[in-house]
């Protein structure tokens, strides 16, 4: 008898726990060959769907029975043609490489004129179905019905999010632990301009590509890439370079002390290894400025512009509002030593705080006078 390799193939989980469509398919397989004097060797199986033309990298099943049938030089046999793919191209692929297969429905006599019509009959059928599908779901979702991921609760679908991002987290800081040591040697090498400076993330990529090492994504490496690895491994490059949440919490720490700093002032007594950089400067001393912003009710009404005199304008506000009556020179001893005290600067913001708080008042009052004369006109039609 000859021998030949066996393929059997559902589509769905369900299909393939209870076994009835593989155990179905075998059996006609057995049967076949029994009749036309074939013995299975070997069996392969796949739990997916038959359509699209990437078939080999979606069932391992299905890649390993060709390629012993292949090596072996074995007829490949499934059940039915749609079991083997529901894919014009793909069927027409193997017959144009030789793989020769049989189809126990068709008999180990059906030319290629004939699969071809069936592959394409099975595509249209697979197309039929899903149209099928499609407007049932269609019609359902119309009445109310959920599926899938939206039949949890909001809690539920924040918690699976949740773990998802998680164990993508864990995946790529394994996969880039396990290219610490490339990347370590990429930052220990010259760059162009010899030791006078590091090499830069750029050149460390190159350096890594020639050398075949796969990315995190498995591609080849770039200079961002290599960034937000190395950020991942907790590797500081360049040399000295501090991590932006200590530099963040360092900023916040002096502006606290000093509102009124300047980006060049910070600079200068940052006290870090790393020196932070003047657009860095301008950027972290913002956040901190917004922030003290965000806090003043004050300051949203007047929509005072950020600088380093937001502190100080807030500061001003918060006096006037418990010392509504203080004059300017009382307002300028109330402030803190080394702030920014220009009599006329100070007075104008003064005007500025009191005639919101004054607008207010007038607005409440006014409201008030119309309410009142409402009433009043109800009053005389009575």
């Known amino acids: 008898m000859q021998s030949a390799i066996g393929y059997v193939r559902v589509s769905t989980r369900e299909q393939g726990r209870s076994g009835l469509g593989l155990a179905a398919q075998r059996h006609d397989i057995e049967t076949f060959g029994l009749r036309e004097g074939f013995t299975v060797k070997n069996w392969y199986q796949d739990i997916q769907t038959g359509a699209g033309k990437d078939a080999l990298l979606m069932r391992p099943g299905l890649a390993a029975a060709l390629k012993e049938a292949r090596a072996a030089r074995y007829p490949l046999m499934v059940s039915r043609l749609d079991r083997l793919s529901r894919n014009v191209h793909f069927i027409s692929g193997l017959m144009e490489h030789k793989v ?16 071809h019509i069936y592959a394409s009959l099975a595509e249209q059928e ?10 049932a779901l269609k019609i359902a979702k119309s009445k109310g019905r959920k599926f899938g991921f939206e039949k949890y609760s909001k809690a539920e679908r924040r918690r699976i999010t949740s773990l998802g991002h998680s164990a993508l987290q864990k995946i790529f800081t394994e996969r880039a632990e396990a290219r610490r040591l490339h990347i370590e040697w990429a930052f220990r090498q010259a760059s162009v301009h010899g030791g006078a400076r590091p090499i830069s ?12 090492v796969e990315s995190m994504l498995g591609g080849r490496w770039s200079g961002s890439t290599l960034i ?53 400067s301008y950027k972290l001393l913002k956040e901190c400025r917004l922030a003290a912003a965000k806090r003043s009710s004050v300051h949203r009404q007047r929509n005072w512009k950020i600088d380093p005199l937001t502190y100080t304008r807030i500061r001003i506000s918060v006096i006037i509002k418990r010392h509504p009556k203080f004059t300017v020179q009382q307002v300028i001893e109330k402030l803190e030593p080394g702030r920014f005290r220009w009599p006329q600067w100070v007075q104008q913001i003064m005007k500025e705080c009191r005639s919101g708080s004054f607008k207010r008042k007038n607005e409440r009052a006014n409201r008030r006078r119309v309410l009142a004369s409402a009433v009043r006109r109800k009053l005389k039609k009575r």
Not at 126 to 135: G, P
């Open 100 to 115: 020769h297969f049989i189809v126990a429905a068709f008999g180990k006599d059906c030319d290629n004129f004939i699969l």
């Open 126 to 135: 697979r197309k039929m179905i899903s149209d099928r599908i499609k407007a």
């Open 201 to 212: 993330y750029s050149a460390a990529a190159e350096k890594l590509n020639a050398r075949n």
């Open 228 to 280: 937000r690895a190395a950020r991942r491994l907790g590797l500081c490059y360049p040399p000295g370079m501090v991590p932006q949440e200590v530099v963040r919490a360092r900023v916040r720490k002096i502006w606290k002390e000093n509102p009124e700093i300047t980006a060049q002032q910070l600079i200068a007594n940052a006290g870090l290894d790393h020196p932070i950089g003047l657009e860095n």
